[in-house]
């Protein structure tokens, strides 16, 4: 199994400000997955980050409000821009590790937006 | 239409018992991925199991195994000897084989997950 690990796994920010969110793999990937978690629901998938490529993201999330970084093989970044209340939500980042079934998750990050 | 179904919101178990969580699902692809995650309040995600479509026999993790049934499309988990520790939210998942990116390395769409609750 992959080890990935995520931080931070919680914060309180105020209105307006930016969140960076990072993810280490221990391994290397092609392809990380950033989902929201918004209270009481299921996991919906932000976007794709793949290493030298721009992120492709799913429909309702923009490049603008969650922009992501892909360094390099084992790191990425998750940043919620200009936050609202509306944000407040677990966000988690996954990858597979190839030619393996599991798909493997960080620790989740905890957002409050006041 | 919804691909990831899990028609249980909330179930009850005793203590040492065995429980059933239900998942059906929807593709056309001939490949994917089944997968069933443990979420506890910590909101972390658990991987628990997982099951080829190309998979024969049912998958077998400790106490977790999963009931594949192709046919009927369904994945449905069974957690045998339930213990306190496995109160939580659990989620079933499938990786459709083209997705996105295609083959063994796309994302995941999920149910909206059902709250197992161990009684003791």
């Known amino acids: 199994s992959a080890v990935i690990s995520q931080k931070p796994s919680r914060d309180i920010c105020q209105r307006g400000t930016s969140l960076t969110i990072q993810c280490q793999v221990d391994?290397?990937?092609?392809?990380m997955f950033w989902y929201r978690q918004q209270p009481g629901q299921s996991l919906t998938l932000i976007a794709t980050a793949n290493q030298g490529s721009e992120a492709t993201y799913e429909s309702g999330f923009v490049i603008d409000k969650f922009p992501i970084s892909r360094p390099n093989l084992t790191f990425s970044t998750l940043t919620v821009s200009n936050m609202s209340p509306e944000d407040s939500s677990i966000y988690l980042c996954?990858?597979?590790?190839?030619?393996?079934?599991?798909?493997?998750f960080g620790q989740g990050t905890r957002l409050t937006v006041v | 239409a919804q691909k990831i179904t899990q028609t249980q919101p909330g179930m009850f178990v005793q203590e040492k018992e065995a429980v059933t969580l239900d998942c059906t699902y929807d593709?056309?692809?001939?490949?994917?991925?089944l997968f069933w995650y443990k979420q506890p309040s910590s909101g972390e995600m658990i991987f628990l199991i997982y099951?080829?479509?190309?998979?024969?026999q049912n998958a077998t993790e400790g106490r977790y195994s999963l009931n594949f049934q192709k046919a009927r499309k369904s994945a449905n988990l069974v957690i045998s000897a339930s213990q306190l520790g496995d109160s939580a939210m659990y989620f079933c998942?499938?990786?459709?084989?083209?997705?996105?990116?295609?083959?063994?390395?796309?994302?995941?769409?999920f149910g909206k997950g059902t709250k197992l609750s161990v009684k003791p």
């Open positions: 391994s290397q990937v092609t392809m």
């Open positions: 099951q080829g479509s190309y998979d024969e």
């Open positions: 593709t056309s692809d001939q490949s994917y991925g």
């Open positions: 996954s990858s597979t590790l190839q030619g393996a079934g599991g798909s493997f």
């Open positions: 998942a499938m990786r459709e084989g083209r997705g996105n990116y295609g083959g063994s390395q796309g994302n995941l769409i």
